[in-house]
């Protein structure tokens, strides 16, 4: 029987993989990590994702995942609150991902856990454990190109550093922040603050590049920046769980996979489009590539339609972030933008509508 093998087992490829050995394929999916780990993202789940998840067989109930119905954005002592058009949840990655490879185990894909592709060539994956030929390749490596099918990222927006941290919050911040997503934006950047299981707060934010060196470029000098904004304070007494920040800089945001070169390769997840962070939107896609992707197959279809259709299903929402983030770079559409929102708080949720994409 003809092999898909997906490379990463991150939403994207867990997904596909479950989604693909449900319809009777022969997958094997190799993932570099030995063990589930902690992955650098927001963590929030919009009702897209959730949607997927659910049809994948996830339940972020039993996952403990925390509901959040309220969005909060501040920028200095001004902060406007708005519903979110859904209830969101918050979970973090480490026990999602491990929960989406558990469950394509048991849907009868085979997963290699610490096995690491270091190239893919026409017909021949090179891997840590020796090479493999595949029938049809799963690109979905996440934020980690792969030689021999590195993303074309020229005209991306790549200026970002992006810092992750779970928390213990005092008992008061905690129950200020139960059910709420906060956006809090500074100079050059933005940090997103919510609660996933077990009552855990993640932070997670981004600054440019050239913000971070004029500050010292360190995480310590990030934070102590941070805790001067006046919706950040409270922060000052939390505890930070993790030894040290996640990081991660040159994220390409904008980027929308567009010509394939080998018909077998199938991009999903970041490896097709990166959608801004500030949408909570990435994980939503992941999980709809993983989905199209695996209809394709299964329909005997190839790469290149698969990856036109995929575009054709993300252009408008990514168009709108991408000119979204742009605006909030920029110091007078910036303002105009939260002027508006001022008055208008209901247009929160508008901007929320139209970066979503469809459910699969
Ligand atoms: C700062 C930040 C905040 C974000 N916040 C949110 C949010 O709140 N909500 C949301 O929906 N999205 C968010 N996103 C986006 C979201 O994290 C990604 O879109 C999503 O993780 C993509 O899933 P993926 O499966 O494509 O990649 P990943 O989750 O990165 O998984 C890729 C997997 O591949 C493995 N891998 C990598 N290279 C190899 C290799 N060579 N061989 C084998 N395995 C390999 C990795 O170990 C990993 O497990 C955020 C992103 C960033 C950067």
Wanted: glycine residues 10%; contains cysteine.
């Amino acid at each position: 029987m003809s092999e898909v093998v997906v490379v990463g087992g991150g939403l994207a490829g867990g997904g596909a993989a479950i989604r693909l050995a449900r319809a009777g394929l022969a997958v094997h999916l190799l993932e570099r990590e030995r063990e589930p780990v902690d992955k650098i993202c927001g963590e929030f789940l919009s009702i897209e994702a959730q949607r997927a998840l659910d049809r994948l067989g996830a339940d972020l109930d039993q996952l403990g995942a925390s509901r959040i119905s309220t969005l909060r954005l501040a920028w200095g002592s001004r902060r406007i609150e708005a519903s979110l058009p859904f209830v969101a949840r918050g979970l973090g990655r480490k026990r999602l991902d491990a929960a989406l490879l558990d469950l394509a185990e048991r849907t009868g894909a085979k997963i290699d856990r610490g096995v690491a592709v270091r190239a893919v060539e026409p017909g021949r994956l090179v891997t840590t454990r020796g090479d493999l030929a595949p029938t049809v390749t799963f690109a979905a490596s996440g934020k980690h190109d792969v030689r021999g099918i590195s993303r074309d990222v020229a005209g991306c927006d790549t200026d970002y550093v992006g810092f992750k941290v779970h928390l213990r919050l005092p008992v008061r911040a905690r129950a200020d922040l139960d059910g709420k997503v906060d956006v809090i934006l500074f100079e050059d950047g933005y940090a997103g603050l919510q609660l996933i299981e077990d009552g855990i707060a993640n932070l997670c934010l981004l600054i440019t590049k050239r913000r971070l060196s004029a500050i010292g470029g360190t995480w310590r000098a990030v934070f102590e920046m941070l805790l001067r904004e006046p919706y950040a304070a409270m922060l000052a007494d939390a505890e930070e769980i993790f030894a040290r920040p996640l990081t991660i800089a040159g994220v390409p945001y904008g980027y929308l996979h567009r010509d394939s070169t080998d018909d077998r390769v199938f991009r999903l997840g970041d490896q097709a489009a990166v959608i801004p962070s500030f949408c909570g939107e990435g994980m939503a896609i992941a999980l709809r590539s993983a989905a199209l992707a695996a209809s394709v197959v299964v329909e005997g279809g190839d790469a290149a339609a698969y990856h036109a259709m995929l575009r054709r299903d993300l252009r408008r929402s990514m168009a709108i972030a991408t000119t979204l983030q742009r605006c909030g770079r920029t110091a007078l559409p910036r303002h105009l933008l939260l002027g508006l929102l001022r008055i208008h708080p209901d247009a929160i949720g508008h901007l929320i509508r139209a970066t979503r994409v469809a459910a699969c």
